[in-house]
């Protein structure tokens, strides 16, 4: 007798057409930066100026007697732009065999690497800086433990530098905050910011407590990303740590060549001619000329911290 074991073979696994989503981190580290892009033929840096601020003029003036001019100073800070890109190439029995819709799904693959690259330069260049404070107050990056978490004093902390630097609120008021996670998930049981949620929050369904968001406390509003930095195993124990990243208004700047913005490219089966004589492989690409720069190294903090388990 012939059964489903001694047939397994023929027996098949019913293919769901309906994709599964992909996971996606939420890209984010470009929304509060200066944004100016390099016209065709503009070369490949820009130069961001700033001037100086004037000391306060304390010494009255005497009378008739024309004061010595006051000096104007400037500093400027350049961003140069790079390509970056990438491509999958593929053959035209794939097209026509595939349950899948190939292109379709090569092609949200590729835009979604693009802007996780972008994300992930301009993360890059946030916490390449020198304002840096590790949680708990240790001394440096090796000293941070699973116990030195993100907290309400470590906001505090991160404001007062950033006001103590003369840092611009960016809207509403506030700064901002990268953050992870699992920073979030530290921040989100600190006593302090569950009795501002309690007795500041507005009551109901949309209070913090309740929707598990935290969007602003202390003076800041925070934004959440699986793509925030994580230094692996570069802790105390080599437990890995993490970092939040506060900034204010037009603390650094992102660009990109206007002749060479983002562009995908197909180049479907025999556009290769002779390299592809029988018209068989197709290509599907992405590519951009991205620039970014830190402009006010005061007003990125770096917060390094560890996280609950």
């Given amino acids: 007798m012939e059964t489903a074991t001694t047939l397994s073979g023929r027996i098949k696994s019913t293919y769901d057409l309906r994709l599964l989503d992909r996971a996606l981190p939420n890209l984010i580290f470009g929304q509060f930066a200066q944004e100016r892009n390099i016209p065709e033929g503009g070369g490949r840096s820009i130069e961001f100026t700033k001037y100086g601020s004037l000391t ?12 010595t001019e006051t ?29 899948d819709p190939i292109l379709s799904e090569v092609s949200g693959l590729l835009g979604e690497q693009a802007g996780l690259t972008v994300d992930t330069l ?4 946030l916490i390449a800086g020198t304002t840096v404070q590790y949680a708990g107050s240790v001394g440096s990056r090796g000293g941070v433990s699973a116990a030195n978490v993100l907290s309400a004093t ?11 630097a003369n840092a611009r609120p960016i ?28 007795h500041a929050s507005p009551r109901g369904d ?23 930095p994580i230094f692996t195993a ?35 089966p025999g556009s290769a001619g002779a390299l592809d004589p029988l018209h068989q492989i197709w290509s599907y690409g992405w ?23």
């Fill in 206 to 228: 949309e209070n913090t407590l309740w929707t598990g968001q935290v969007s602003r406390f202390l003076g800041f509003t925070f934004v959440m990303s699986t793509n925030a």
């Fill in 234 to 268: 570069a802790g105390a124990g080599s437990v890995d740590v993490h970092a939040a990243i506060a900034v204010g208004a037009d603390a650094y700047g992102v660009t990109e060549l206007e002749a060479d913005v983002l562009e995908t490219y197909y180049e479907p």
């Fill in 71 to 99: 000096s104007l100073s400037t500093s400027t800070v350049n961003a140069t732009v790079s390509q970056y890109g990438a491509y999958v190439k593929g053959t035209d029995a794939l097209i026509v065999w595939a349950i």
């Fill in 287 to 309: 590519k951009i000329q991205h620039g970014d720069v830190r402009l006010q190294e005061g007003w990125i903090v770096r917060i390094e911290h560890g996280v609950t388990a």
């Fill in 154 to 164: 470590e906001v505090r902390k991160a404001l007062r530098t950033l006001q103590k």
């Fill in 122 to 125: 301009i993360r890059n260049t």
């Fill in 171 to 198: 809207t509403g008021g506030d700064f901002a905050m990268f953050i992870s996670p699992d920073a979030h998930y530290d921040l989100s049981s600190d006593s302090t910011y569950v009795n501002a949620s309690m």
């Fill in 56 to 67: 306060a003029a304390t010494t009255a003036l005497t009378e008739g007697v024309v004061p």
